[in-house]
């Protein structure tokens, strides 16, 4: 198959519903270790992605992801819309030049993703952030049995994984934000930024299966 930015526009339809679904879970597990904005940066900077990207005629997938990561960094200017945004431009710079994507690109694609957000916020895997979300998944995405199974398949089994990854953040002490100042307290919580990768990477399940369905 070979997607353009037509139908990328509704991966972030998703992206943006699921975010607004899950704005108040958001900003219930935020509240515990941050200051409890996450849920209204994710939902209000994934909407303005949307709308902005919905609205244009871009074919060019790298201007298309980096005209969504301007429009997010501009909207959310907070940290963790800075890191979204961050993603999302890295992403652009990746695909700049090109007018279609494969399935196998997504492994890629959220590689990108991964190295933008890690680029900006300077954490590491491992720290109780994001990264420990999203690592997961890129990591079936790219694996060496990926070219041997189905989009779907490959994408549900990402999720699996993310939320494996998720679960494994009360593991893990944060580093990072206000987070970091409850110490060895920290341990036992989700990490938010993690869940966020988590409903990432159900929105681009959604939109796999969706797409299929429709193909």
């Known amino acids: 198959m070979r997607l353009t930015t037509s139908q990328l ?9 699921i975010m607004s679904a899950q704005k108040e879970t958001l900003i219930a597990m935020d509240s515990i270790v941050g200051d409890g904005d996450l849920g209204l940066t994710m939902s209000d900077g994934f909407s303005a992605a949307y ?7 871009e074919t060019d997938i790298g201007k ?6 301007k429009t997010m960094s501009s909207s959310v200017p907070s940290t963790m ?4 945004a961050a993603g999302l431009i890295e992403v652009g710079k990746i695909f700049k030049g090109k007018n279609r994507l494969n399935s196998e690109d997504f492994g890629v694609l959220f590689q990108a993703f991964y190295n933008g957000v890690q680029n900006r916020g300077k954490a590491q895997l491992g720290e109780k952030t994001f990264l420990d979300g999203l690592f997961p998944a890129v990591y079936v995405l790219n ?9 779907v398949s490959l994408a549900y089994q990402a999720y699996e994984e993310t939320k494996q990854g998720v679960q494994d953040t009360t593991t893990l002490i944060a580093k990072h934000g206000r ?3 409850h110490g060895e307290r920290s341990r036992s ?20 299966n969706d797409y299929l369905a429709q193909d």
């Open 9 to 17: 526009k509704l991966l972030f339809a998703q992206w943006a519903n």
């Open 189 to 208: 919580l989700l990490d938010p930024g993690a869940y966020v990768a988590q409903l990432l990477i159900s929105g681009y399940c959604t939109f796999a």
């Open 143 to 151: 694996g060496k049995d990926a070219e041997t199974q189905d989009w």
């Open 81 to 84: 819309g800075t890191l979204m």
């Open 179 to 181: 987070a970091a100042t």
């Open 51 to 57: 709308h902005a990207i919905s609205r244009s005629d």
């Open 64 to 69: 298309f992801f980096y005209l969504a990561g």
